[in-house]
């Protein structure tokens, strides 16, 4: 019997977490019935509306009973917990099994949007998983007259394409299980372990057994769970006596691995490959979606491409074969996620168009028992023949009993192969039971380390117990009096412990990294209940003490963020909380600061890797653009980036966030074939040599853009000239260079204007042509250059509407280079855009660091408009209309130039016009009061100069202003650091404001002279 069945999807919003409250974050994302409705934070306007067959509410209306279990806040209201998720989805799942249909649970979305929350549970909210365990096996009892059942359980995880068996307690096949297929079966992972389990207690213990092969296996490989996928397989056989029919399905159970997909605007295409192996699951089983959602609204599909990956294969069947098959689509309805959960409900509105093709299956292992026992009928039958007919066939009957036992020895091995096993997997559990309770009881009685994972479903999971007396803590295991861990950076005797008079201490042993509370130790430190300890790069545990110091804490609070913000914090690093409780940060501030805490244990990893493997490379952390500001002087987002520094070349490389994590698996896999290949007698080093263009350390150098300074062009729209000395900062307010730059407003032949060109008001260039230079004079104090000299700089600028930047020549080995480059600039018609650009405006200067090998960097001219003596125009879309084709824009281009031209000649006419008739005037009134004006200037040039003085003096008071700007307290500031701060602060804007004042009293003093003295001229001339 065929049955069409669409997938069913269901999406489920959870609460905020801390990092969402922390950053005030709004809900973006509302609920009526089964459709959902998401609006973007940028836009209310724009929103999006989707329908599923289930929508759950989990993020508000709720409360947390005594027994730690979230409900509704109030009966009958909107919270959907978990036992109404499983009362929608499980139950059908369960339904659907027990009618003989394979049954398929897939949970979706970006990492933490509560997948593992929805799939497995934390503590007593139970997920689904249980929640169907404890249903089916309490179906099983109650049906126990009508039906004989059989439940087998497996568990595997499948991390960068590898298949591992979590249940398998033996040693771990290189390259993982093979995954194979057969006509029958389809796609099946051979050798994985089924345990026959008779009991929801034994699944429980079985998948806290998973959950810590699960947690050994990712700190073994130094590998982040959330891109895992976790795979729970339940077989089902259900033997009907009466009507002599055996059904029998799979359940997959998947709680597939974070979702998020890599951000287009920060990543740039990396030389290696993008996004590797860990996603290709991912990727593949978005594909399939995709492919089988075309399918269905009957589009052509050519390929549906299952056989990519190792996920797709195992679901094969689930996605458009034999399965009923549900979705749940977990989201934050975070405004900061809101790209995330778009994504996810678009994924899941493909999902919902699959479908499926479920039949009820009929076991072969029934048929067999079947066939066998008709085949012994059959016999059985001759032999009565052969009886009856009294013949002497003595060999021919001897050989059909000889059958008959043997098919009858078949039927009851398979029946009792069940019972056999079932009694061997109990006997395991027996005892697996019984460490668990020796565990419990040792927890009662030993203080002891918890591991803390960055999946919060894995911490938790391993407890090192330390006993009274000295314990070494180490890779070693050999001494009866050590506790084995493993990790990246861990020594072999990484520290000892020391139990006594009840008292624990711990004590770091030569060279190895031991950090408490945030803080690196050297020598014995006394561990106070609840202390955060981080061993080696990255192995993180929290101190339980004596079970007399436990009181009724919560210990969830030192989650893994908790561990990487105390580390963040002892660098400097920390989000400003105000004593009296959290204060709302900046949102994009908030977002550097937890990539910042992301990125930070990973950048541990990959020096401890470029260490081993002696690779010569050393990663940090940097904070693009803290310092910096745009062309109006406002800050530039700040972003992560990873500088990386070759000690041996002094090779400097800056990768984005995208870039890094990439690589940093990259160099996993490097680091794990190494140490694969080690344990084959050759070191570490000598077998990572890998060919450069694979080598995930190394790439070909490129400039580096070391830091920018601000060159303010407002003097420009008074024509006045500007002469500075100018600090070029680099990314996080370090002083990289001085650079001597001036501004010379100009004739159009590139001629000096005087004084008397100076203008009082700015609006008197509308319409008119501006022509000025930029002149990069000299770098002094090049610390790029002072930290090896085997580098050389360029000077890059981009001003107004030029499209490309422009850049000075390269200039090498030199700390003060001069650089003595001109750039002529011309507006032909100066546009108000153009006067306000320049009022408000800066000439950002990017200076560039070059390496020896890496290409300099070259202006390119092809979109920049230049006149026959290399003078750039700039100012020219508002002036030029839109043209048709490129011949009439030249033509129309050639017009205005001539036009141009024409009108500075006619300006000169009729300055001589004018000098002209003042001429013949004065030639008519007497030399007398010419003679007078000749040598007294005119009130406007008078003015103009007034203005300069003002311009020049404003500068340096705006350079002032930014030293105040940038001027902070150290993060480690105690009392007198901050009193210091204040001291110095007051200081600087005690300077500021004097200057301030100085300038604006010469101007007023100025203007009341020139205003005085026009009196006194107009009162002569009156
Ligand atoms: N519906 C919910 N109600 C309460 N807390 C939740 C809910 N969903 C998730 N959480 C909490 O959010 C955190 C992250 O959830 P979870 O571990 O399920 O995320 P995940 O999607 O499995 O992430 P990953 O991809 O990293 O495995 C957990 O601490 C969990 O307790
Ligand atoms: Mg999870």
């Known amino acids: 019997m065929h049955n069409k069945d669409c997938v069913r999807v269901a999406a489920r919003v959870r609460p905020f977490n801390k990092r969402e409250r922390d950053a005030g974050s709004h809900c973006v994302v509302s609920m009526v019935s089964s459709s959902i409705t998401i609006a973007d934070p940028r836009d209310s306007q724009n929103r999006r509306s989707f329908c599923f067959d289930y929508a759950y509410w989990s993020h508000s209306g709720f409360t947390r009973d005594q027994s730690g279990l979230y409900v509704a806040e109030e009966q009958g209201g909107r919270y959907a917990d978990q036992d109404s998720v499983f009362q929608d989805l499980g139950e059908g799942i369960l339904e659907n099994a027990l009618q003989g249909y394979n049954a398929t649970l897939l949970a979706y979305g970006q990492t933490g949007s509560g997948k593992s ?99 050994t296996a990712a700190t073994h490989m130094n590998a982040n769970s959330s891109r895992s996928h976790m795979l729970i397989i339940l077989q089902l056989k259900q033997m009907f006596s009466k009507e002599n029919v055996t059904k029998q399905s799979n359940v997959n159970l998947v709680d597939l691995a974070g979702s998020e997909r890599q951000r287009s605007s920060s990543s740039e295409a990396d030389r290696l490959r993008e996004g590797t192996a860990i996603n290709l699951s991912l990727t593949t089983l978005g594909h399939v979606i995709s492919a089988l959602a075309d399918v269905a609204v009957g589009r052509k599909v050519i390929h549906i491409p299952y056989r990519d990956s190792v996920l797709t294969k195992l679901l094969q069947s689930a996605l458009g074969g034999n399965s009923r098959t549900v979705m749940i689509a977990t989201l934050s309805p975070a405004d900061i996620c809101y790209e995330e959960s778009l994504s996810t409900l678009r994924y899941a509105e ?52 000889e059958l008959l036992t043997h098919n009858e020895l078949q039927i009851r091995a398979i029946q009792t192969m069940w019972e056999q ?45 330390i006993q009274e007396g000295e314990w070494d803590i180490g890779l070693c295991d050999s001494s009866p009096k050590s506790i084995s861990i493993k990790g990246l950076g861990i020594q072999e005797r990484h520290a000892v412990f020391k139990n006594e008079q ?30 955060r300890l981080i061993l080696g790069s990255n192995s993180t545990y929290l101190f339980i003490g004596f079970p007399c110091e436990r009181g009724g804490d919560d210990w969830s609070r030192y989650d893994y963020d908790y561990f990487q913000s105390e580390l963040a914090a002892a660098e400097g690093i920390h989000l400003g909380e105000s004593s009296g409780g959290s204060r709302q940060t900046d949102p994009s501030l908030l977002a550097v600061f937890y990539d910042y805490i992301k990125l930070m244990p990973m ?71 190494a140490r694969a290949e080690q344990s084959e007698d050759t070191t570490l080093e000598t077998t990572s040599a890998l060919p450069r263009d694979k080598d995930p350390f190394w790439d070909p150098v490129e400039p580096l853009l070391l830091g920018t300074a601000h060159l303010w062009l407002q003097s420009l729209a008074f024509r006045i000239p500007l002469e500075e000395q100018l600090e070029v900062l680099g990314s996080e307010g370090t002083e990289e260079a001085i650079l001597q730059a001036q501004l010379v407003p100009c004739s159009s032949s590139g001629l000096p204007l005087g004084e008397d060109d100076i203008l009082i008001d700015p609006c008197e260039l509308l319409g008119r042509r501006l022509d000025f230079q930029l002149v990069l004079e000299q770098c002094f104090g090049l610390r790029w250059i002072r930290d090896a000299r085997n580098r050389g700089v360029q000077i890059g600028f981009r001003l107004f509407d030029c499209t490309q930047p422009l850049y000075t020549p390269a200039v090498w080995h030199n700390i003060n280079p001069l650089l003595d480059h001109r750039v002529h600039f011309a507006s032909l018609h100066t546009s108000q855009r153009l006067l306000d650009y320049l009022q408000s405006s800066a000439v950002v200067l990017e200076l560039w660091g070059l390496q020896e090998g890496c290409a300099n960097m070259s202006s390119s001219l092809e979109r920049v408009r230049t006149t026959a003596d290399e003078v750039f125009i700039i100012d020219e879309t508002a002036n030029t209309a839109p043209t048709d084709s490129a011949e009439d824009s030249c033509s129309v281009r050639a017009l205005q130039q001539d036009l141009e031209e024409l009108k500075v000649i006619n300006t000169s ?51 002032q202003l930014q030293r105040l700007r940038r001027h902070r307290p150290s993060e480690e500031s105690d009392l007198l650091g901050l009193r210091l701060f204040v001291d110095e602060h007051s200081r600087l804007l005690r300077d500021f404001s004097e200057q301030l004042e100085q300038c604006v009293s010469t101007l007023k003093q100025d203007v009341a002279a020139i205003v005085r003295r026009k009196r006194e001229r107009s009162g002569v001339w009156s």
């Not at 096949?173 to 194979?180: C, F, K, N, Q, T």
């Not at 009840?502 to 030569?510: E, F, G, H, I």
């Open 421 to 465: 096993h079932l009694q061997e997997a109990l006997r395991d559990w027996e005892q697996q039971y019984a460490s668990i309770t020796q565990e419990r009881r040792m927890m009662q009685l030993h203080p002891y380390i918890l591991n803390i994972n960055e999946d919060a479903q894995l911490s938790g999971v391993v407890k090192l117990f």
């Open 350 to 401: 493909r999902a919902k168009r699959i479908q499926n093709r479920a039949v009820v299956n009929e076991s072969p292992t029934e048929r067999l028992v079947k066939e066998l026992k008709a085949e012994n009928a059959r016999l059985l039958q001759r032999l009565s023949r052969l009886g009856q007919d009294g013949r002497r066939a003595s060999d021919e009957t001897k050989e059909l009993r």
């Open 502 to 531: 009840r008292r624990v201490s711990l004590t770091p042993t030569a060279g190895s990294k031991v950090i408490i509370n945030g803080s690196a130790i050297s020598q014995s430190t006394e561990l106070q209940h609840l202390d």
């Open 117 to 215: 929350y929805s799939m497995v549970g934390y503590g007593p909210n139970k997920g689904l998983v249980p929640k169907l365990c404890n249903r089916l096996f309490q179906t099983i009892r109650e049906n126990q007259e009508t039906r004989q059942c059989q439940v087998f359980f497996s568990m595997l995880e499948i991390y960068n394409e590898q298949v591992l068996d979590l249940l398998s307690r033996g040693s771990r096949p290189p390259g993982g299980l093979r995954v194979r297929e057969e006509q029958q079966r389809g796609f099946y992972v051979e050798g994985l372990r089924t345990i026959p389990c008779d009991s929801d207690a034994q699944v429980e213990q079985l998948m806290e057994q998973g959950t810590r092969t699960r947690t």
């Open 909 to 959: 006419l009729s300055k001589e016009n004018q000098s002209l008739r003042e001429q013949l005037h004065t030639a008519r009134t007497g030399g007398e009061s010419v003679r007078g004006r000749s040598v007294r200037p005119s009130c406007d040039a008078e003015f103009a100069r007034a203005l300069k003085v003002f311009y020049h003096s404003m500068t340096s008071v705006r350079g």
């Open 603 to 673: 950048v541990a990893d990959a020096n401890q890797m470029s260490q081993e493997l002696n690779k010569g490379v050393e990663f940090r952390l940097e904070i693009k653009n803290l310092a910096l500001s745009d062309s109006k002087g406002h800050d530039l987002e700040k972003e992560i980036v990873v500088r990386v520094n070759s000690a041996r070349t002094k090779q400097v490389w800056l990768w984005s966030k995208t870039k890094f994590v990439n690589r940093k698996f990259l160099m996993e896999e490097v680091y794990q074939q």
